[in-house]
Nanobody, 123 residues
């Protein structure tokens, strides 16, 4: 069973940083990429960052230069480091197993996702 568990969300002031963690289990990291997306109520998913086992990534233009993605295979964990946060970064962040690899529309190719972790950035 594919299982993903996020943590690390919280309240931070604009300009601050947070690191989200996603512990993934139940699948081979060669079979799926891991992606972070944000989804607000009533809105479509917004892909934030995707990482595949070959090192390829895909990131949203809005986070380039501010967010980075990394992994620790020994801990089966993918991290999303978020710096220089803005109020518009607020929302519920989910990690997901992605069966397509990190193609531009990866957010539409989810095998499974976690329960989400909420990020609130105050002005």
């Amino acid at each position: 069973e594919v299982k993903l568990v996020e943590s690390g969300g919280g309240l931070v002031q604009a300009g601050g940083s947070l690191r989200l963690s996603c512990v993934a289990s139940g699948f081979s990291w060669d079979d799926f990429a891991i992606g972070w997306f944000r989804q607000d109520p009533g809105k479509d998913r917004e892909g934030i960052y995707c990482l595949y086992s070959d090192g390829s990534t895909n990131s949203a233009d809005s986070v380039k230069g501010r967010f980075t993605i990394s992994s620790d295979s020994a801990k089966s964990t993918v991290y999303l480091q978020m710096n220089s946060l803005k109020p518009e970064d607020s929302g519920v962040y989910y990690c997901a197993a992605v069966y397509s690899g990190c193609i531009p529309e990866w957010v539409r190719a989810l095998e499974a996702r976690g329960q989400g972790t909420e990020v609130t950035v105050s002005a």
